[in-house]
């Protein structure tokens, strides 16, 4: 994979185990190596490794072993990951654009052979599943069949690059979440391989790759270009990091689950700051957390803002890897190995870290988190008025349930938490609390059923996603608790959605051998699918009955979810205000089947001889739970659902799948089309141009994120995606979502910033994907249309933004698509990480506000011209610290320095180019 190391502080050695001699690099030969943080061990072996005088520099291994924890990221290194990790959705345009880079370098008279993966590059299919069928017992057979005949275009491709591409291996549709998969099949631990041992590493495809840190694992998220990059043998180029220290004592308290820590967790470090930083978890308190546990906690490492949320190796660590079914002999090397070097977790031990928080695990209460940010955690036991506080935002007709009696509606100020990781609590209502917006609405279903919604009605209650789904614990509670019900009378109301789409088919077996499976189908919770489902927005539509009441009364309705996103728009377009919560507790919810509800004091129904049921009957104890997961998993169940992974089922095995190593693209393909990233391209790059004569497609606020950025979720029949669709023959049922078409470009553009709850700034009350064409007199318009006009006259685009934008899922198709719209710079107040070089990786410019200053401090409607002077200062071989920024339009022209964000020489390269594509096709090509 990589040149030989030149070993410069010899380094070299051997070691033995079992029998068996590979040779390693001693961190111990490193000056300073012994009081690093793990993930800093981690990388200080990475340079040792792949040290080849030229990316890689014994000045770079000698700076990374005196790391000044103090001080500021200023020192870049080249970070060369072990293997890449896919999801179907980022991983179709990662196989799309390496197949169009060997047609591009056979353009320009290289060998195609080059496009070839040098890293192990796994996908896995889980994005693609959509929760149709739901509450009923062939549900997973339904939704398998509908998603093969929505994405056989797609898999056909998958095929083809499974056979075509060198060290690319795909794990089929109806096997598990990425994440569950990786933790439980595919990770390493330890590499062995062409005879050397070394730390597993890895970069992927989501944002939520970082799961896999539980595992002690180091890997990250990043845009789909870059793992392309990686795969090709590129390093990641990176500034060495600073590292939380996380200290963690005691252990969780009867009635807390390990959503409740991941919660707390998530509220602590997003008011501490970790955002560009590792966090890594260290002390007495790690023993106690089990490895499901730590995976969850590090699969929320994206929603706290973190690169990493790491624990390191230790007995928890080899036990996981022995009883998911990983050989003995690799077990035995991971803890030879990691004791060797110095990575075996001692808590005596402690390491400098450059910050440092602690938590009693004993502290953490029941949370739930929402109705828009994964940070916003609420305790439980005030769920109910934190609800009421948030619905008048969205609930816009106010109307009083007349059949209740009302208050002042005053609330006084609460008290701030007495500590930080004590949730804010919600404020406590003056008198009666009934003055709520309440819009009761009776439905009638196609069977009969009658009832009535109102606003905080749970709509969809979804035990979901890689977060919760990979933790016994939590998913044995929720089928606990749904057997209690079931067993006390209960069962979910008629009008809540409830869908199971476990992380792996190993939940469903122990499900079956504990004889689980029947209470939770009783309570609605049939299997619906293998994959993300709800957590990334392929609820399926609400019943149309309810659909239609909740759209035509403009019901704010709920989504309650085990997953690690709740954003605005994201869950389902009927639902407004979505929560995250426990399995046990999307089962409660469903019981409960309103948001406007106290666990404490409302009873969630009453049983057969008509006492009243509360949560506090239902719910498991710690020792039930345990006593199930003793009884009914084991290591075999692992060994046997990955014996063969790769092989899939009937309908994977039985596609037609192309051949050659050139891809023959299909012109009425409306799936997988050749994008024109390369069209035109010359063997060396053009000079880099000032931006000159822009004009501003998007005006945007704070926490703009990439869900409202990237194109997900469904394809409406009148947005220019769907009117695209539809002029190429495809019927409004066949549209499919826009992560499932992420192959073709021509979609993807039309669906970038058209999020309905998108708020472009240039419009006054618009939500969705909107703007101004300033070249017809500033009229209304699509975001594609003016686009599209805006390019017609060679006229580029700029986009202006607020704090935290673009944080969110690591989406390549957020920066492909804002550059394929001819937006040619962004500037924003602050920047996610991934999301920043992203968009340098497309050739777009990342710059920022003076510190301190915002749009609307500089006086920028929209309406102006802007050109960007300074940019061409990259052609000299240097990155300028700011750019000039001159404004022309109504007023007073106004000019400001930008800071200039391309953040390391790598960066700077890859922006000469054009984007990292164009940098990797040339480099490969010169080779």
């Known amino acids: 994979m990589t040149n030989p190391s030149k070993n410069s502080l010899d380094a070299r050695t051997t070691l033995n185990v079992g029998g068996t001699d590979y040779e390693i690099f001693d961190l111990a030969k490193v000056e300073g190596s012994a009081k690093l943080p793990y993930s800093l061990k981690v990388l200080l072996e990475n340079l040792l490794r792949t040290e080849d005088g030229a990316n890689v520099t014994a000045a770079q291994i000698e700076a990374l072993g005196k790391w000044d924890?103090?001080?500021?990221?200023?020192?870049?290194?080249?970070?060369?990951?072990?293997?890449?990790?896919?999801?179907?959705?980022?991983?179709?345009?990662?196989?799309?654009?390496?197949?169009?880079?060997?047609?591009?370098?056979?353009?320009?008279g290289g060998d195609a052979s080059k496009i070839n993966p040098l890293a192990p590059a796994?996908?896995?299919?889980?994005?693609?599943?959509?929760?149709?069928?739901?509450?009923?017992?062939?549900?997973?057979?339904?939704?398998?069949?509908?998603?093969?005949?929505?994405?056989?275009?797609?898999?056909?491709?998958?095929?083809?690059?499974?056979?075509?591409?060198?060290?690319?291996?795909?794990?089929?549709?109806?096997?598990?979440?990425?994440?569950?998969?990786?933790?439980?099949?595919?990770?390493?631990?330890?590499?062995?391989?062409?005879?050397?041992?070394?730390?597993?590493?890895?970069?992927?495809?989501?944002?939520?790759?970082?799961?896999v840190n539980g595992l002690g694992v180091l890997g990250w998220g990043v845009g789909g270009i870059e793992a392309e990059a990686a795969m090709l043998g590129q390093p990641v180029s990176m500034l060495i990091p600073r590292v939380v220290g996380f200290k963690l004592s005691g252990a969780l308290p009867d009635g807390a689950t390990a959503t409740d820590l991941v919660l707390t967790i998530t509220e602590m470090l997003r008011q501490h700051g970790v955002v560009g930083k590792f966090v890594e978890f260290y002390g007495d308190g790690v023993a106690s957390v089990p490895l499901a546990n730590r995976?969850?906690?590090?699969?929320?490492?994206?929603?706290?803002?973190?690169?990493?949320?790491?624990?390191?190796?230790?007995?928890?660590?080899?036990?996981?890897?022995?009883?998911?079914?990983?050989?003995?002999?690799?077990?035995?090397l991971v803890e030879a190995y990691s004791k060797a070097q110095g990575l075996w977790h001692d808590p005596s031990n402690e390491a400098v870290y450059s910050e440092y928080l602690s938590l009693d695990l004993g502290d953490v209460v029941p949370s739930i988190a929402g109705p828009k940010r994964p940070q916003d955690r609420i305790v439980l036991s005030q769920a109910k008025e934190a609800f009421r506080e948030a619905l008048p935002a969205y609930a816009e007709d106010r109307e009083v349930d007349p059949d209740q009696p009302q208050s002042n509606g005053s609330f006084p100020a609460s008290d701030p938490p007495s500590s930080d990781n004590e949730a804010v609590q919600a404020p406590i209502e003056d008198g009666d609390p009934s003055d709520r917006p309440s819009k009761k609405t009776q439905v009638t279903l196609e069977d009969g059923t009658s009832f009535e919604i109102d606003h905080g009605s749970v709509a969809i209650a979804s035990i979901t996603s890689c977060t919760n789904t990979s933790n016994p614990s939590v998913m044995i509670g929720a089928a606990l608790l749904a057997?209690?019900?079931?067993?006390?009378?209960?069962?979910?109301?008629?009008?809540?959605?409830?869908?199971?789409?476990?992380?792996?088919?190993?939940?469903?077996?122990?499900?079956?051998?504990?004889?689980?499976?029947?209470?939770?189908?009783?309570?609605?919770?049939?299997?619906?699918?293998?994959?993300?489902?709800?957590?990334?927005?392929?609820?399926?539509?609400?019943?149309?009955?309810?659909?239609?009441?909740?759209?035509?009364?403009?019901?704010?309705?709920?989504s309650v979810l085990s997953g690690n996103r709740n954003f605005e728009g994201r869950i389902n377009p009927d639902v407004k205000m979505n929560y995250l919560a426990s399995p046990p507790l999307v089962v409660a919810y469903a019981l409960a089947g309103t948001m406007d509800f106290d666990f404490e004091n409302d009873s969630l129904g009453d049983d057969t001889e008509g006492n009243p049921v509360y949560l506090r009957d239902i719910w498991p104890s710690p020792q039930e739970i345990e006593e199930v997961i003793d009884a009914a998993i084991s290591s075999e169940m692992f060994t046997k659902d990955y014996a063969d992974v790769f092989a899939g089922d009937d309908r994977w095995r039985g596609l037609d799948t192309p051949e050659g190593d050139l891809f023959e693209w299909d012109e009425d393909s409306t799936y997988v089309r050749r994008p024109p990233y390369f069209?035109?391209?010359?063997?060396?790059?053009?000079?880099?141009?000032?931006?000159?004569?822009?004009?501003?497609?998007a005006k945007l606020g704070d926490s703009v994120t990439t869900d409202h950025i990237s194109p997900a979720g469904a394809i409406k029949a009148d947005?220019?995606?769907?009117?695209?669709?539809?002029?190429?023959?495809?019927?409004?049922?066949?549209?499919?979502?826009?992560?499932?078409?992420r192959g073709n470009h021509e979609v993807m553009i039309r669906g970038t910033f058209a999020n309905i709850r998108l708020r472009n700034l240039l419009l006054d009350g618009v939500q969705g994907?909107?703007?101004?064409?300033?070249?017809?007199?500033?009229?209304?318009?699509?975001?594609?249309?003016?686009?599209?006009?805006?390019?017609?006259?060679?006229?580029?685009?700029?986009?202006?933004?607020?704090?935290?934008?673009?944080?969110?899922?690591?989406?390549?198709?957020?920066?492909?698509?804002?550059?394929?719209?001819?937006?040619?710079?962004?500037?924003?107040?602050?920047?996610?990480?991934?999301?920043?070089?992203?968009?340098?990786?497309?050739?777009?410019?990342?710059?920022?506000?003076?510190?301190?200053?915002?749009?609307?401090?500089?006086?920028?409607?929209?309406?102006?011209?802007?050109?960007?002077?300074?940019?061409?200062?990259?052609?000299?071989?240097?990155?300028?610290?700011?750019?000039?920024?001159?404004?022309?339009?109504?007023?007073?022209?106004?000019?400001?320095?930008?800071?200039?964000?391309?953040?390391?020489?790598?960066?700077?390269?890859?922006?000469?180019?054009?984007?990292?594509?164009?940098?990797?096709?040339?480099s490969l090509r010169n080779k």
């Open 69 to 108: 924890p103090e001080a500021e990221p200023s020192i870049e290194i080249q970070f060369t990951p072990a293997r890449v990790i896919m999801q179907d959705f980022t991983g179709v345009p990662c196989v799309v654009d390496l197949a169009t880079m060997r047609e591009a370098m056979t353009a320009l």
């Open 295 to 332: 995976a969850t906690i590090g699969n929320m490492s994206p929603e706290f803002g973190s690169t990493a949320a790491i624990f390191p190796i230790d007995e928890e660590t080899v036990r996981y890897l022995r009883f998911t079914g990983r050989s003995e002999e690799h077990v035995n």
């Open 679 to 697: 069209d035109g391209m010359p063997a060396e790059p053009a000079p880099v141009q000032n931006i000159t004569g822009a004009r501003v497609l």
């Open 483 to 558: 057997k209690k019900a079931v067993e006390r009378g209960l069962t979910r109301k008629p009008w809540v959605k409830t869908t199971l789409a476990p992380g792996s088919q190993v939940v469903m077996d122990y499900y079956d051998r504990a004889g689980l499976t029947p209470y939770l189908e009783k309570t609605g919770f049939y299997l619906v699918g293998y994959g993300c489902t709800t957590c990334i927005g392929n609820s399926g539509p609400l019943p149309d009955e309810i659909s239609a009441a909740v759209n035509e009364q403009d019901l704010s309705v709920v």
């Open 122 to 211: 796994e996908l896995v299919i889980d994005h693609s599943v959509i929760a149709d069928v739901f509450g009923r017992a062939d549900a997973f057979e339904r939704n398998v069949d509908i998603e093969y005949e929505r994405n056989k275009e797609r898999y056909q491709f998958l095929r083809w690059g499974q056979t075509a591409f060198d060290e690319f291996k795909v794990v089929p549709p109806g096997t598990g979440i990425v994440h569950q998969v990786n933790i439980e099949h595919l990770a390493r631990g330890v590499f062995a391989r062409n005879g050397q041992a070394y730390p597993d590493t890895l970069v992927g495809t989501d944002s939520h790759t970082t799961m």
């Open 769 to 922: 994907g909107f703007t101004r064409n300033w070249l017809a007199d500033g009229e209304q318009t699509t975001i594609y249309d003016a686009s599209v006009a805006y390019q017609e006259a060679g006229i580029p685009l700029v986009v202006l933004a607020g704090k935290e934008y673009g944080s969110g899922s690591s989406r390549d198709w957020a920066a492909k698509g804002t550059a394929l719209l001819g937006v040619k710079a962004v500037i924003a107040e602050s920047y996610e990480r991934i999301h920043r070089s992203n968009l340098i990786g497309m050739g777009v410019i990342p710059l920022q506000f003076p510190a301190g200053k915002t749009a609307d401090d500089l006086g920028l409607t929209g309406s102006e011209t802007f050109d960007i002077v300074g940019i061409d200062k990259l052609n000299e071989g240097q990155t300028p610290k700011t750019v000039t920024v001159k404004v022309t339009g109504e007023g007073a022209p106004t000019e400001f320095e930008a800071v200039v964000r391309i953040d390391t020489p790598g960066e700077a390269e890859y922006y000469r180019n054009g984007g990292i594509m164009q940098y990797v096709l040339r």
């Open 719 to 741: 947005s220019p995606a769907g009117k695209y669709l539809q002029e190429k023959g495809v019927k409004r049922l066949d549209f499919n979502s826009y992560g499932s078409r």
